[in-house]
């Protein structure tokens, strides 16, 4: 019964920051894009202070799951290479349609920008990979942290390529959430959040008030001559993922059912909305300017976005050759 308990409320969790991810993908690319001014939006701000960072960390949370169960170097090797194909096939599928679909709309297309959308697109799905492999192999040789930190000063030098910054910013995240499940040191930080709390809210407080739009990854990238922002993007990553997820853990009982049950399904699905949804906001990118509508508009699309994603899924899913192509899931 508290396996289950347990499974639920991270599905739950995972449920509120898809919600989160959409919702910021329709601040940005629905609202003011052609203004650029999503950047100082302070709802914007707050959600991309976190929102990768704790999913990165949940990711390495249940890693630590699996690889647990594999006692042998020959069931991780395999491990590695089954998730690898889930994770990166349907990117280079989908992102394929992209491209495909871009040029029957703009009539424009070379092998440079299939190669690049690849690359370059649903890029928190190749920070995933990323983190699953590095990890995977660090524990065949039973040196997770040596190996992590390895393979992070190994890719340091190119974080001017593609996603490599992007990836830099939220590896860190996932190795200290398989560490936080390996010591379960959430159970250490329950005798401390009487002190943890109050201290993380004064740090982000002021953190939040030096963020600007050169704090952002998307912008300032990981040069090693950017380390105050580098250092604000880190400390503001792991202190407001802390604060939110305390406050999820205390508010999650309040909510209707209804609202539990819904989160719990979409997080049951979270890649596939990722996935889905990012498909349908790179292809929608309509943008609406009326100041007056607030957060209404975004919320409302937002929930359109994760119900068509959810109806597509269930659609795909009903075969199972599709559900394998297009959303990594496993052939019966």
Excluded: C
Aim: hydrophobic share 50%; proline share 3%; net charge positive.
């Amino acid at each position: 019964m508290v396996k289950v308990e347990r499974s639920k409320i991270i599905d739950q969790l995972k449920g509120l920051m898809i919600f989160l991810v959409v919702f910021g993908h329709s601040i940005q690319y629905n609202v003011f894009e052609k203004k650029d001014m999503f950047w100082s939006n302070p709802v914007w701000k707050l959600i991309y202070t976190f929102h990768m960072p704790l999913f990165m960390a949940i990711s390495g949370w249940l890693l630590f799951f699996s690889l647990k169960k594999l006692k042998t170097s020959t069931s991780k090797i395999k491990f590695g290479i089954k998730r690898s194909i889930s994770l990166m096939l349907p990117v280079v599928i989908w992102m394929t349609l992209y491209t495909l679909v871009n040029f029957v709309i703009n009539r424009d297309i070379n092998i440079n920008q299939l190669f690049s959308n690849i690359t370059n697109g649903l890029w928190f799905i190749w920070a995933l990979w990323g983190g699953l492999l590095i990890l995977t192999i660090g524990s065949i040789f039973n040196k997770q942290l040596a190996i992590s930190i390895l393979g992070f000063l190994i890719i340091l030098p190119f974080h001017n390529h593609g996603n490599v910054a992007l990836f830099l910013y939220v590896f860190p995240f996932f190795v200290i959430g398989y560490y936080f499940n390996s010591y379960q040191a959430h159970i250490y930080m329950k005798k401390y959040i009487k002190i943890i709390i109050p201290v993380f809210i004064l740090v982000s407080t002021a953190l939040l008030i030096l963020w600007d739009k050169s704090t952002y990854i998307y912008v300032s990238r990981f040069s090693p001559t950017n380390s105050i922002n580098i250092s604000i993007r880190y400390i503001l990553g792991f202190t407001n993922s802390i604060l939110f997820l305390y406050a999820f853990l205390y508010i999650i009982k309040f909510l209707p059912k209804k609202t539990q049950d819904y989160l719990d399904m979409i997080g049951s699905k979270t890649l596939s909305i990722y996935i889905i949804s990012s498909f349908i906001i790179y292809l929608v990118q309509y943008p609406i300017f009326f100041d007056y509508i607030g957060y209404i508009y975004p919320l409302i699309l937002s929930l359109i976005y994760i119900k068509l994603s959810v109806l597509i899924n269930n659609t795909i899913t009903k075969s199972d050759k599709l559900s394998y192509l297009l959303l990594g899931k496993q052939l019966k």
